[in-house]
Nanobody
């Protein structure tokens, strides 16, 4: 199976920056679109941004101009650079990937266990 492991979460002051990483490992035959989701306290999980194999990004309106997603296909790693952080960015951030584990398997969604980002003074 495919494993996704996030890192880089922590406590940061409003206006600060943080960079998250997510590395994919395991039996990976095809690794397509990867992205980030987040779940604020007491709220539903929401999409933050995605990036495909051609490195084309897509962002939620709430993070445009502040967050930047990137990926290194050779390292099978996706990153999220977060700048000008606000209190409302506080959430558990989850990594997501569309992948196939062999030639005959279909594309499936895989999820990391999440990393907590807390924006507070």
């Amino acid at each position: 199976q495919v494993q996704l492991v996030e890192s880089g979460g922590g406590l940061v002051q409003p206006g600060g920056s943080l960079r998250l990483s997510c590395a994919a490992s395991g039996s990976i035959f095809i690794l397509n679109t990867m992205g980030w989701y987040r779940q604020p306290p007491g709220k539903q999980r929401e999409l933050v941004c995605t990036i495909n194999r051609g490195l084309s990004p897509s962002y939620a309106d709430s993070v445009k101009g502040r967050f930047t997603i990137s990926r290194d296909n050779a390292k099978r790693t996706v990153y999220l650079q977060m700048n000008s952080l606000k209190a409302e960015d506080t959430a558990v951030y989850f990594c997501n990937a569309e992948a196939a584990t062999d030639y005959v398997s279909g594309i499936k969604d895989y999820w990391g266990e999440g990393t907590l980002v807390t924006v507070s003074s």
